[in-house]
């Protein structure tokens, strides 16, 4: 990590001993706390390494092991300065001292030792290590621990503490404290492990099982999905979800707004009648009301009302369009495929388009339908009019009075704004009918067929006797695993929580055994 440098790096280096004569422990033996940077090291290597050992010993499941050496006043020790500090309780602080058999001839250490001149809420223990010339003879560790064990065991001022002191009471007196804060801890501990255990269900179960391989299973699977996306479409439409209020803005703004906007008046206007009315007229004028005239004005300007019509028919369109685009992306089960998500998006669209087009249709018969017959109720309300003060003999531009046109204007406008308000109402039905109602009922038909025959062909093959496995089924087969085909990184996150769940669930059951030992 850091070479022949005397840096430090916080990357640490895994170890495993594995032997009967050690304990049951994790040990983080950390760098010893500096005062100044030496030769070779950074200016921060103070800074950093006790930053290091704080992102250690603030843990609050972490035992603190603070060791000073017994030829050194405990009151200068930074290892107990800095558990005090982060363990102001002592509740997870044990107290080492070492070399022990380095101090100067005549002192001891018993007063820290025995908890008077710094009281722990855990006994002090002592310990003796090898010495470097142990290292250098190889020393091992067994005839290490036995000199230990000597040394306090013939040493006047450490044998009545020679029970409680040493290595190896040190590493049992810990596995011992270890096991009773985890037995202490279970409880929350085993109530963290079923809420992990729950939260990788829970994501288990929205990226769904693994894919069968049989054709019919994973039939069975694409149209649970389509019936997913299918019930979250409709919410947006019926208010569930938002969307949908925007179909009624179009019919109660747009189209309003719309008809409102077209030129009546400029068609109406008493140039234009009297160009209309003459020319109905031809070589002879009408004798009574100019019945040809008014047709070809109401006809003329209905056919304004097409425009309109079909922005509607658009606008709606567009919204549904966008309602897919937003059910397919909310669809939780539609996320881990993003090849069938495709296919909808283009089964869908296909379907939208065939509405759109068929609705189209339907209100442009409307406004066709209020131009080739008209409601003659409201004309025999009209008083009749004789001609008043027109010269038939005279050019046709001056053939009628300018009060007589001014009043077939007025006429016609009254009418068409009656039919206005009729296809204001009726434009709205038809499109809900035509494209609502079926993006409601059949936006997935066409793809369910499509789909379905893939499965009916082969039962029918198996029906009849003839080979299952030909190559029209494959491929049909393909198609159905292709629609099916997940996210690779998908598939490899669901299979790294099913390992974590695995893992949790034999530790749920370790604890629960030990629990029940107790």
Known sequence: MT????????????????????????????????????????????????????????????????????????ATSDAMKLAKEVDPTGER???????????????????????????????????VNRSQADIN?????????????????????????????????????????????????????????NKSIDELEQELNQLGRPISHDAGAQLYTILELCRAFDHVFKAHLDGGRPGGE??????????????????????????????????????????????????RLIEGTLGLFRGPAEAVVDAVHSVLKELVRKAIAETQELKRFPTLQAELAAATTEALERFRD???????????????????????????????GGNPSAPTADRYTEAHLRKIGSHVTSYIMIVCETLRH????????????????????TFYT?????????????????????????????????????DPALMERRVALAKRLELYKNARDEIDAVMWGK
């Open 3 to 74: 070479g022949h440098t005397k840096q430090i790096s916080p990357v640490p280096i895994h170890l495993s001993i594995y032997s009967p004569n050690v304990v049951n422990l994790t040990l983080i033996d950390l760098p010893g706390l500096t005062k100044i940077a030496v030769e070779g090291q950074p200016d921060s290597i103070v800074a950093d390494i006790e930053n290091m050992v704080r992102s250690y010993v603030e843990k609050q499941n972490s035992i603190i092991l603070a060791i000073s050496p017994a030829n050194q006043d405990i």
């Open 426 to 445: 009726s434009i709205p039905k038809a499109v809900v009918h035509c494209q609502v109602r079926e993006a409601k009922r059949t936006l997935l038909d």
């Open 450 to 486: 499509q789909v379905g025959k893939k499965e009916v062909t082969r039962r029918v093959d198996r029906f009849i006797g003839r080979p299952i496995v030909t190559p029209s089924l494959m491929a049909q087969e393909k198609q159905l695993l292709q629609m099916l085909d997940e």
């Open 93 to 127: 602080t044990f107290g080492v001292l070492t070399k022990l058999d380095l101090m100067d001839k005549g002192t001891n250490a018993l007063e820290v030792l025995e908890g008077r001149a710094y009281r722990l809420q855990f006994q002090w223990v002592g310990v």
């Open 137 to 193: 003879k190889s020393v091992d560790m067994i005839a290490a621990r036995k000199k230990e064990r000597e040394f306090f065991a013939s040493s006047p001022d450490y044998g009545h503490l020679a029970n409680r002191m040493g290595s190896e009471y040190l590493a049992k007196m810990l596995s011992k404290h270890l096991e009773t804060v985890i037995k202490t801890r279970l409880p929350s501990i085993l109530a963290l492990i």
């Open 246 to 295: 925007r179909i009624y803005v179009v019919f109660d703004n747009q189209l309003p707004a719309a008809l409102k906007k077209l030129p009546v008046d400029k068609h109406l206007s008493m140039q234009n009648v009297r160009k209309i009315v003459t020319e109905a007229d031809g070589y002879q004028p009408h004798l009574i009301a100019p019945e040809q005239g008014y047709r």
């Open 358 to 388: 068929e609705s189209r249709k339907f209100v442009l018969r409307l406004v066709d339908m209020e131009a080739s017959y008209l409601t003659v109720e409201y004309f025999r309300k009209l008083p009749p009019e004789l001609e008043k």
